[in-house]
C-alpha cells in the first residue's frame, strides 16, 4: 500500500499542523518515532503538552478514522507518552491525548477537520 496512503497521510499531517498552529498551539516534534510506531505531532498549548494523532480520510470506506485509535493504539499512545515524559524529564507538565480528523472530500475538494480532545 504505503505510496499513496503515505502521502495522503502526510498531507493531513500538515493540515493538522496548520490547523494547530492557527488555533494557538506550538509545535514542538512531528513524526516522533518511538520504539516501532511514531507520534504525530507533539504541541505546547500554554503549559499543556498535547500529543496528537492525525487520521486521514478521502472516504468514509475504512470509517471515519475514530475507530482506528482502538485499544491497541491507546495502549501505544500510553506507552510513548510515559517514554517521552520519562526521556525528557517532563513529568511536571499537564498533559493530554488528541485525536485530529482530517476529512478529505475530493469530489467537491473540500477538508473537514474534526479535534477530538483528551482521548486517552
Known amino acids: 500500500m504505503g505510496g499513496l496512503n503515505q502521502q495522503i497521510g502526510q498531507y493531513g499531517e500538515k493540515i493538522a ?3 494547530l498552529k ?10 516522533l518515532k ?11 498549548q500554554g503549559d499543556d503538552l498535547i500529543f496528537i494523532e492525525v487520521k486521514t480520510r478521502t ?8 475507530e482506528a485509535v482502538d485499544e491497541s493504539k491507546q495502549d501505544f499512545l ?4 510515559e517514554q517521552y515524559l520519562d526521556k525528557h524529564n517532563l513529568w511536571s507538565k499537564e498533559v ?9 472530500n475530493k469530489s467537491n475538494k473540500s477538508i ?9
Open 78 to 81: 500510553n506507552y510513548a507518552i
Open 17 to 19: 499542523g496548520d490547523y
Open 22 to 31: 492557527r488555533h494557538g498551539y506550538k509545535i514542538i516534534e512531528q513524526n
Open 59 to 66: 472516504s468514509q470506506k475504512y470509517g471515519e478514522g475514530t
Open 34 to 44: 518511538i520504539s516501532y510506531q511514531e507520534i504525530d505531532i507533539i504541541a505546547e
Open 112 to 120: 473537514k477537520i474534526k479535534h477530538y480532545e483528551d482521548i486517552l
Open 96 to 104: 493530554r491525548c488528541d485525536l485530529i480528523l482530517v476529512l478529505i
